[in-house]
C-alpha cells in the first residue's frame, strides 16, 4: 500500500511541476511582409520586404530590434559609405498605444547606385508602463542620405511583427497610454518591473522545481516510515 502511495505522490508532483513550466507565457513573433511606398526626391518608388522584429529584456524594459530581409528604395547615384542614416517608427497596439522610436548605424559600405537599400538593424528601447500583451508593427521608414530625405510608409496594414505579455512598473492592466521610449538605453527610476517571458519562465520553472523537489522528500519521508513499521 504504501509504495503504491508513494509512487503516485511522486507522480503528482511531477506533473504539477510540469504543468506550472507549460504554463509559463511565451513572446509570439511573425516575420511578416510590408509593402512600403516611398517618396523619394525622384519620385516615388515602392517596395516590399519581410519585417522581423524581435524583443529582449533590458533594464527596466525591453530592447526592440527591427530587421529588413530585403532592401527598400533605391538611389540614382552611389551611397558611400556612412552616407546613409536610417530611422523607422513601429506602432504599438493592445495594451498599449503610440509609437515606438527605432535608429541604428549609418551604412557600412557603400551602396551601388540603382540598387535596393539594405537597411541596417534598428533598435530602441520600449518601457512598459501597464500590463498586458502589446503587440509592435512596422511604421515609418526614413531614409536621409546626401542632403535628401526619403520617407517610406506601409500600405498593406500589415499584421504585427511581434507580441509580447508585459507587466508595467506601475502595476496598472490594459487601456492605452504613452509608452516610455527611446533609441538609447533604457529609463532610470521606479522598481524593475518584471515584464519579460524570460523572467516568467524563469521564476515558473523555479516553482517547478520546488514542487518536484518537495515531491521526492515526500516520497523518501514515506519509504523511510514504511521501512520503520515494518521493522
Known sequence: MYPKRTAAFTS????????????????HADVVNVNYQCKTPIGDKS?????????????????ITMSW??????????????????SATIRL????SGTLAVSGPANQAAIPANTPIKISDLS??????????????????????????????????PEPSLTLDVTGAGGGSGGSGS???????????????RTGPEDSAIALGTLGGTVLLTGAAGALWLTRRNQAVRR
Open 69 to 86: 530581409q530585403k532592401g527598400v528604395s533605391s538611389s540614382p547615384v552611389e551611397l558611400g559609405k556612412g552616407a546613409m542614416n536610417p
Open 179 to 193: 509608452p516610455s521610449s527611446s533609441g538609447g538605453g533604457a529609463d532610470s527610476g521606479g522598481q524593475l518591473p
Open 124 to 157: 530602441g528601447t520600449y518601457t512598459p508602463e501597464k500590463s498586458g500583451k502589446v503587440t509592435f508593427t512596422a511604421g515609418v521608414l526614413t531614409i536621409k542620405a546626401l542632403g535628401t530625405t526619403t520617407t517610406c510608409t506601409p500600405t498593406n496594414s
Open 47 to 63: 517596395a516590399v520586404s519581410p519585417i522581423d522584429i524581435k524583443g529582449v529584456r533590458s533594464g527596466n524594459g525591453y530592447k
Open 93 to 96: 497596439g493592445g495594451a498599449d
Open 12 to 27: 503528482a508532483a511531477a506533473l504539477a511541476g510540469s504543468a506550472v513550466l507549460l504554463a509559463a507565457p511565451m513572446a
